[in-house]
């Protein structure tokens, strides 16, 4: 017992020490914008290899590489297929599983009937709480406040509302896909796409400078090509992640973790906004549009969590986005789709929860951590990317969804409920591989004779893994991640 206690203790004076060392500054400026604008630049740097080391960053020099930017590729253009692997997917078409196909068509159509049957009841039960709410207000002040000039009037019938708000808040489960709503269509036709294989996936993540956010610092992007996955046993998923060499200075610390040296899926690229732009255009031009008749077998989709602002922020850039079909209205494979095929569909995992479980609770780690799937670094746009790529297709995966009862609506919303509840009582996790960086550093610097002879390495938030590298052109940069 009493080496536990011990170890308790260290581990308290070593989470007081960790915190004082990576925060104090951050602390110190959390409500002092200036302060903490100033003190961007000051804290240790992971380091780019190859960096110029003259190169500056900055919010200037962003503004005015955004300003003088032109994308050179347009909307067709793409050096990807200079490299072999790639060309040749041109010329891989899609093949039809019967077996596959019928399956999911099976699943669909338990699915309709589930959730009418859900949707019923829900419905039933709903309004029997609302019945039960009215006649208490009817016993409380005589009657159901309606809409009035009167400000007595005005502040019952806000405290009205404010009780049904609250009924159905706590109501599981809130039905909001209905069999028959385009809600529910997006639903099956997201199912359909992702369960049949046939779908590529653009998935995409921008972050922005929490000072201003028409400054892009980071792009993530993790493309999953059934393509390259016809004969895999563990699947193929290429992830990229660009950081803008203006924006490198600039740190987010105040609103959002800056985790942008912590991409954990190969070595982040640092490019010159005009280059990262080509970069992402090159990949849209390549994966989102049709060079051949094999590509035209293929359906594809841009993938993101609350996908739209990505969008923009893409947009802003300069990057040219394909005209895209967010409804997903036309059922996959008819008549009307195919006249489609140049619409690009866009799936986003955040509409694809909260119109089965409801908008509490839809943040990506939170929706991660629900559908028990390992992740870290949130906020890296790399990172992000790849989260949401791997999540879309785990939501999208029928037997997915029934191995992990993602259709038993009423069960997913207890399991949501009590994580809410824990959250209230358990503590922030800090992970003991950080507690233990730090107290070996400082012990290092405790062992250091008076001469200095022992060299101390500072320590530098990073992960262990490929680090950054400085590229002056987007070609070079992609050509880096084939290795």
């Known amino acids: 017992m009493n080496f536990w206690v011990k170890s308790m203790k260290a ?12 925060n104090s500054k951050a602390v110190r400026s959390y409500h002092q ?30 503004k005015s590489s955004s300003n003088n930017l032109t994308n050179k590729l347009g909307k067709h253009v793409t050096w990807i297929n200079e490299f072999e692997h790639f060309n040749a997917l041109h010329k891989v078409s899609y093949s039809s599983n019967d077996l596959l196909r019928d399956e999911i068509q099976k699943y669909l159509k338990a699915l309709k009937t589930n959730y009418y049957s859900i949707s019923k009841k829900s419905t039933e039960s709903l309004n029997k709480k609302l019945e039960a709410l009215n006649k208490e207000w009817i016993e409380k002040v005589g009657h ?38 385009s809600q529910f269509t997006y639903l099956c036709n997201t199912i359909e796409l992702l369960s049949s294989n046939k779908t590529i996936c653009f998935a995409v993540d921008v972050e922005a400078f929490e000072f201003d956010t028409n400054i892009v610092t980071e792009i993530g992007i993790s493309i999953y090509d059934p393509r390259e996955n ?9 992830s990229y992640h660009l950081i803008v060499a203006e924006a490198l200075p600039l740190r987010n610390k105040k609103f959002v973790c800056d985790f942008k040296d912590c991409f954990l899926l190969g070595e982040s690229l640092v490019l010159p906004l005009e280059q990262c732009v080509e970069f992402i255009q090159s990949l849209i031009n390549f994966y989102m549009k049709c060079e051949t008749d094999e590509d035209s077998s293929w359906e594809r989709a841009f993938v993101g969590h609350s996908i ?84 879309m297709l785990k939501l999208g995966d029928f037997n997915f969804r029934k191995q992990i009862g993602a259709d038993d609506l009423e069960a997913m919303g207890y399991r949501i409920r009590q994580w809410f509840e824990r959250e ?56 880096s991640t084939l290795v």
């Open 11 to 22: 581990y308290e004076a070593i989470f007081k020490m960790a915190t004082h060392r990576f």
């Open 33 to 62: 914008p200036q302060a903490l604008n100033r003190s961007l630049t000051t804290r240790n740097a992971a380091k780019v290899r190859g960096m110029v080391p003259s190169r500056r960053g900055g919010i200037g020099l962003y």
């Open 144 to 181: 159901i406040p309606e809409v009035s000039k009167d400000d007595k009037e005005k502040g019952l019938r806000k405290q009205y509302l404010a009780a049904v708000s609250d009924v159905k808040n706590e109501h599981i489960p809130m039905m909001d896909c209905q069999p028959g709503s």
């Open 230 to 238: 016809v004969y895999s046993l563990t699947p193929t998923i290429r």
């Open 308 to 391: 739209s602002g990505d969008i923009r922020w893409l947009k802003k850039i300069g990057v040219h986005i394909p005209e895209l079909d967010n409804e997903l209205d036309n059922p996959v494979g008819s008549a009307d789709a195919n006249d489609l095929k140049k619409h690009i569909k866009m799936l986003d995992t955040e509409k694809m929860y909260s119109i089965c479980y409801g908008r509490k609770g839809s943040s990506l780690g939170k929706l991660l951590r629900l559908f028990h799937m390992p992740h870290a670094f949130l906020h890296n746009a790399g990172n992000d990317a790849y989260y949401t790529l791997l999540l």
């Open 424 to 479: 209230k009582d358990e503590p922030k996790i800090l992970p003991m591989s950080y507690v233990l960086s730090v107290t070996n550093a400082n012990n290092d610097k405790s062992n250091a004779n008076d001469n200095g002879r022992k060299k101390i390495k500072d320590l530098v938030p990073q992960t262990e893994f490929s680090g950054s590298q400085w590229f002056q052109n987007a070609r070079a940069a992609f050509k």
